[in-house]
């Protein structure tokens, strides 16, 4: 613009020069102002950080001090209609917190003394004391901003392209603006036409319009989906995300609520144990685990409130993807599911599974006790999700270490396309494979610390908001609101923001090219040349902002 303007001025058109520079700087000055509201819309849809909090004293004293200075186990007073300040769990009291501004639920959620809290929500009713677990350089809101404002930092192939190709692109027109100045007039004589010609056809190739719509676009993406609920880790993931070809699931958590409940409790034939006496040595067995199926046992029995004796279960060790190893006076005690009796010979021809249920079984060196039925609950948007995924013409599958009738039932009564069930988690990782060979780019969603390779390992990993930090750290993507609904739209907004980014590319080079035609032929003037630059990017500024606007739910 530069270089047209001097140019523009030496051949004494000076209103065209002074056009260009006014009419280059206005565009800038619009440009910045949709980029800026677009930045500062996501900014302060996201930024919940807290600069105070109301520590609670041992002695019950408050007192009001910086929010990065409250640590781990600290108790912090929320009152009604303030925002919860950090990471936690409900220590006294019980309340609603609309957790729109997180998780995008409109419905305020009821929580009590020991349920989790995620910073960033609001207490709509009672006073609450909230046990810190997260300090705010880890808390969710400060991982939800930290994500947008490094967003840049993992730019999706097509902006690096872009940056690329406006390196080579610039210096080259500059040089076809200078041949196309001086050739034809060493020849001509023309020099003013020639020069005219040439510093038109520098105002029209400027690159504006897709070096800044481009991650422009990527990043409003990324800020419809923090509206939503929905944790975009860069452009790269909104990218990747939008050639994917099937949405691989895990069941608990997932597919599942994971609150398992203890249906029916049967002792093996001829074995001296009654219900009671079972699930206290299941309970023994899975005291130290924070399995879902484990706390489940732990919550039967307790509601049971049944002891026996004074006979203590030691040494308990755990093996991943099977169940628990543990001792009872002197004898081996295995509580697990069926790989682990086969794994250690058991006899099992005298148990009889029951199709839906995850089971767990117990056995006493080498002797089949009986089994635990546990089922869990479907999530009530999970059916619907799932359509909405094959509606978008994504395949759906399940990876889950539940034995394969519990499997199916799930998968029958969602949906779901394809079953791998009985997976350790190192097979989990193999089955993904196998997935992405036999239909393309996969798309894994899990919520636990034994899915972190494998959301590592897919091509776009996706992680529920209310499972493990591993989990989530690993993923390129987190759910919020911890509900399928959220895939499908994830996958709408990929798909809108790769629309809206070729969209800007053809449309400012088809403009650009056909501007540059009538220049060479002589018949652009530096005011359509403006326009082609200036005009077609505050366009494509526009057409990428909408995102922020449309509806993807």
């Not at 006294?92 to 305020?108: C, I, K, M, Q």
């Not at 880890?138 to 902006?159: C, F, G, T, W």
């Not at 097979?427 to 610390?449: P, Q, S, T, W």
Request: hydrophobic share 45%; glycine share 10%.
């Amino acid at each position: 613009m530069a270089v047209a303007t001097i140019g523009a001025w030496a051949v004494g058109s000076f209103d065209e020069a002074v056009g260009v520079m006014l009419f280059y700087r206005v565009g800038e000055y619009f440009e910045d102002r949709a980029v800026d509201r677009s930045r500062r819309q996501i900014m302060d849809a996201i930024d919940l950080r807290p600069e105070t909090v109301n520590l609670v004293g041992a002695d019950g004293s408050i007192s009001v001090i910086p929010a990065e200075d409250a640590a781990e186990g600290d108790i912090v007073l929320v009152r009604p209609g303030d925002r919860v300040p950090l990471d936690g769990e409900v220590s006294e009291g019980e309340t609603r917190l609309d957790t729109s501004a997180v998780t995008g639920e409109p419905v305020p959620v009821r929580v009590t003394v020991g349920d989790r809290v995620t910073s960033g929500c609001v207490n709509t009713d009672g006073a609450v004391k909230i046990r810190v677990t997260h300090v705010l350089a880890e808390s969710m809101v400060q991982r939800i901003l930290d994500s947008v404002e490094n967003a840049a930092a993992r730019k999706p192939k097509i902006d690096r392209f872009i940056t690329r190709f406006s390196r080579v692109y610039t210096p080259a027109v500059v040089a076809i603006a200078l041949l196309t100045a001086i050739v034809p007039s060493l020849f001509t004589g023309e020099w003013h036409k020639w020069v005219y010609t040439a510093m038109t056809f520098l105002v029209i190739s400027c690159p504006c319009a897709l070096v800044l719509s481009v991650p422009l676009t990527y990043f409003s993406g990324i800020g419809a989906g923090s509206r939503r609920g929905i944790l975009f880790k860069g452009g790269a993931s909104l990218e990747a995300l939008n050639n994917v070809k099937t949405i691989v699931m895990d069941k608990t958590g997932t597919i599942t609520k994971g609150n398992f409940v203890v249906q029916n409790i049967v002792p093996a034939k001829g074995v001296p144990l009654n219900e009671g006496e079972l699930l206290w040595l299941a309970a023994k067995c899975e005291s130290a685990s924070t399995h879902p199926i484990a706390r489940s046992i732990l919550t039967a029995y307790e509601e049971r409130g049944a002891e026996h004796g004074n006979s203590t279960v030691e040494n308990i060790r755990e093996q991943a993807g099977e169940g628990v190893i543990a001792s009872l006076e002197g004898k081996t005690v295995l509580c697990g599911n069926v790989k682990l009796m086969e794994h250690s010979n058991v006899d099992l021809s005298g148990y009889h599974g029951t199709p839906g249920s995850t089971e767990v079984l117990l056995a006493l060196d080498g002797r089949f006790l009986g089994h635990i039925d546990i089922a869990d609950t479907v999530k009530p948007d999970a059916k619907q999700a799932i359509g909405r995924m094959k509606a978008q013409g994504l395949r759906t599958a399940m990876l889950t270490g539940d034995g394969q009738a519990s499997a199916d039932a799930v998968a029958q009564s969602v949906g779901i396309d394809e079953v791998h069930a009985r997976l350790l988690p190192q097979d989990k990782l193999a089955a993904l494979n196998e997935i992405r060979e036999k239909n393309g780019a996969v798309m894994f969603v899990g919520d636990g610390i034994n899915d972190a390779p494998v959301l590592a390992g897919a091509d776009v990993g996706a992680a529920m908001g209310s499972g493990a930090d591993a989990a989530i750290e690993a993923a390129d993507v987190v759910f919020m609101k911890a509900d399928l609904s959220s895939v499908p739209t994830s996958v709408k907004i990929a798909r809108s923001a790769d629309i809206i980014s070729k969209e800007n590319i053809i449309f400012a080079l088809a403009v650009k090219l056909l501007v540059m035609v009538l220049g060479l032929a002589g018949i652009a003037s530096m005011w359509l040349a403006v326009f082609a630059d200036t005009g077609v990017a505050m366009l494509c500024v526009l057409n990428s902002v909408r995102m922020l606007y449309k509806k993807f739910d």
